[in-house]
Nanobody
Framework: EVQLVESGGGLVQAGGSLRLSCVAS????????IGWFRQAPGKEREGVSC????????EYDASVRGRFTISSDHAKNTVYLQMNNLKPEDSAVYYC????????????????WGQGTQVTVSP
């Protein structure tokens, strides 16, 4: 059974940092792309960052580039999203997702999804 479990969300002041974790199981982690997405109330789910576990290629949405860093620990089957200089507009439920074929920041490209973790950034 495929499982993606996110953790690390919380409440932080603007300018602060959080590190999200996504622990994966039930599939061959080393050949999958893992993506981070977020959804704020009343808005569409959007891609934040993704990483290919095959070659380490990374991609970031323009809104987070330079502030967020995605990384992958193959020994722990875990992908991290380090979020620095957080802004109130970063507040959302953050989801990790996995796919064995596709790569990118489009929601439709991912087959497996976690339950999400809430990130709230106060002004």
């Amino acid at each position: 059974e495929v499982q993606l479990v996110e953790s690390g969300g919380g409440l932080v002041q603007a300018g602060g940092s959080l590190r999200l974790s996504c622990v994966a199981s039930g599939f061959t982690f080393d050949v999958y792309t893992i993506g981070w997405f977020r959804q704020a109330p009343g808005k569409e789910r959007e891609g934040v960052s993704c990483i290919s576990n095959i070659d380490g290629t990374r991609e970031y949405d323009a809104s987070v580039r330079g502030r967020f860093t995605i990384s992958s620990d193959h020994a722990k089957n875990t992908v991290y999203l380090q979020m620095n200089n957080l802004k109130p507009e970063d507040s959302a439920v953050y989801y990790c997702a996995a796919d064995g074929v596709r790569y990118g920041l489009a929601v439709y490209e991912y087959k497996y999804w976690g339950q999400g973790t809430q990130v709230t950034v106060s002004p």
